[in-house]
C-alpha cells in the first residue's frame, strides 16, 4: 500500500464533516485484502441465497464500507464459524446475540441491529383482535414456542407455573403452520424470520392471513459483529466499523433494510 505524508488535511477545517471526514482519511489506511469474516446459514438475516447475503452481513458490510473495508463471507456451520474466527482463521465472525461465554476471544462491536421478537396470530375477522400489554394476558391462550429458544426469563417462568399454556414445537415453521391449523392461538417469533418462512414455505393466501402484533416481546436482543482478539488490526478495525455503523443508522437506508417487503407482519404503512 502506497504511504503518503499528508500536508493538508481537509478535515482540519471546520466543515461540519464529523465522522464522514474521519472516515474518509481513515479509508485512505484501509488494507487492500478484504476482511475475511465467517458467518453461518439464518435467513433472512445471513444467507447466501441473497444478492446481499442478508439482512445483517449487508449491514455489516455497509458499515465497513465508510472506512473503506471491503469484506468477504464464507458461510460455514455455526459452531465452527465462531471457534474457527476466535482462533484468528479468520478475521471474524457475524452476526450474533451476545453471551458471556461465547464472547470470550472477541472484540464485540456496537449493536448491528436488534431482532424484531413479536407475537405472530390468525387474522379471524369473526373474533376480537389479539392484544396484549403483559404476558400475563396470553393467559388462556395457547401459545407455541421452540424449546431452545431464550424469549425472556419471564416467558419460561410463567409456563413452568402453569399461566401460559406453552406448545412445544420443532420449529419456527411447524409453529406457523399450527397456527393456521387453529391449533395455536399465537406465537412469539422474529419479524423477519417469519417473514421469510412465510414466503418461502406457505401459500399467499395462508400468509395473507398471519398479523404481527406491533408490541415487541423483548428489545434485549442486539446482534454483534465479533472480531478476533488475537489479531492485532482487530481494535482499530473495530473502530473503524463502530463510526460506520453509527453513520448507517442514521440513515434511511437502515430503516428501510429491517423490513421485508410485502410482508404482512410488516408494521402498518411499510
Given at each position: 500500500?502506497?504511504?503518503?505524508?499528508?500536508?493538508?488535511?481537509?478535515?482540519?477545517?471546520?466543515?461540519?464533516?464529523?465522522?464522514?471526514?474521519?472516515?474518509?482519511?481513515?479509508?485512505?489506511?484501509?488494507?487492500?485484502?478484504?476482511?475475511?469474516?465467517?458467518?453461518?446459514?439464518?435467513?433472512?438475516?445471513?444467507?447466501?441465497?441473497?444478492?446481499?447475503?442478508?439482512?445483517?452481513?449487508?449491514?455489516?458490510?455497509?458499515?465497513?464500507?465508510?472506512?473503506?473495508?471491503?469484506?468477504?463471507?464464507?458461510?460455514k456451520p455455526w459452531t465452527r464459524s465462531l471457534e474457527e474466527a476466535r482462533a484468528g482463521q479468520w478475521d471474524g465472525t457475524a452476526y450474533w446475540g451476545r453471551n458471556p461465554q461465547r464472547d470470550v476471544g472477541f472484540l464485540i462491536s456496537d449493536n448491528v441491529l436488534t431482532e424484531q421478537w413479536v407475537f405472530v396470530y390468525r387474522d379471524n375477522p369473526a373474533t376480537k383482535p389479539f392484544d396484549w400489554k403483559d404476558l400475563s394476558d396470553l393467559q388462556g391462550l395457547r401459545v407455541g414456542a421452540?424449546?431452545?429458544?431464550?424469549?425472556?426469563?419471564?416467558?419460561?417462568?410463567?409456563?413452568?407455573?402453569?399461566?401460559?399454556?406453552?406448545?412445544?414445537?420443532?420449529?419456527?415453521?411447524?409453529?406457523?403452520?399450527?397456527?393456521?391449523?387453529?391449533?395455536?392461538?399465537?406465537?412469539?417469533?422474529?419479524?423477519?424470520?417469519?417473514?421469510?418462512?412465510?414466503?418461502?414455505?406457505?401459500?399467499?393466501?395462508?400468509?395473507?392471513?398471519?398479523?404481527?402484533?406491533?408490541?415487541?416481546?423483548?428489545?434485549?436482543?442486539?446482534?454483534?459483529?465479533?472480531?478476533?482478539?488475537?489479531?492485532?488490526?482487530?481494535?482499530?478495525?473495530?473502530?473503524?466499523?463502530?463510526?460506520?455503523?453509527?453513520?448507517?443508522?442514521?440513515?434511511?437506508?437502515?430503516?428501510?433494510?429491517?423490513?421485508?417487503?410485502?410482508?404482512?407482519?410488516?408494521?402498518?404503512?411499510?
Amino acid at each position: 500500500m502506497k504511504s503518503a505524508h499528508i500536508h493538508w488535511n481537509p478535515c482540519s477545517l471546520r466543515w461540519g464533516l464529523g465522522l464522514l471526514c474521519a472516515l474518509a482519511v481513515q479509508a485512505a489506511w484501509a488494507q487492500t485484502q478484504p476482511l475475511r469474516l465467517a458467518t453461518g446459514e439464518l435467513p433472512p438475516y445471513a444467507t447466501a441465497n441473497r444478492p446481499d447475503q442478508g439482512i445483517a452481513l449487508d449491514i455489516v458490510r455497509r458499515a465497513f464500507g465508510y472506512a473503506g473495508y471491503e469484506v468477504q463471507y464464507t458461510f460455514k456451520p455455526w459452531t465452527r464459524s465462531l471457534e474457527e474466527a476466535r482462533a484468528g482463521q479468520w478475521d471474524g465472525t457475524a452476526y450474533w446475540g451476545r453471551n458471556p461465554q461465547r464472547d470470550v476471544g472477541f472484540l464485540i462491536s456496537d449493536n448491528v441491529l436488534t431482532e424484531q421478537w413479536v407475537f405472530v396470530y390468525r387474522d379471524n375477522p369473526a373474533t376480537k383482535p389479539f392484544d396484549w400489554k403483559d404476558l400475563s394476558d396470553l393467559q388462556g391462550l395457547r401459545v407455541g414456542a421452540v424449546p431452545s429458544y431464550t424469549y425472556t426469563p419471564e416467558f419460561w417462568r410463567l409456563q413452568k407455573a402453569g399461566t401460559l399454556n406453552v406448545a412445544l414445537a420443532g420449529d419456527d415453521l411447524a409453529n406457523l403452520r399450527l397456527l393456521l391449523a387453529g391449533r395455536l392461538d399465537v406465537v412469539p417469533i422474529e419479524r423477519n424470520v417469519a417473514c421469510y418462512l412465510m414466503g418461502a414455505h406457505l401459500l399467499p393466501a395462508e400468509a395473507a392471513q398471519l398479523r404481527a402484533h406491533p408490541r415487541w416481546l423483548t428489545r434485549q436482543f442486539t446482534t454483534h459483529l465479533m472480531l478476533s482478539a488475537r489479531l492485532p488490526q482487530s481494535a482499530a478495525r473495530m473502530r473503524a466499523f463502530n463510526q460506520g455503523l453509527r453513520i448507517l443508522q442514521g440513515s434511511h437506508a437502515y430503516a428501510d433494510m429491517l423490513h421485508l417487503p410485502g410482508c404482512s407482519l410488516n408494521p402498518r404503512g411499510r
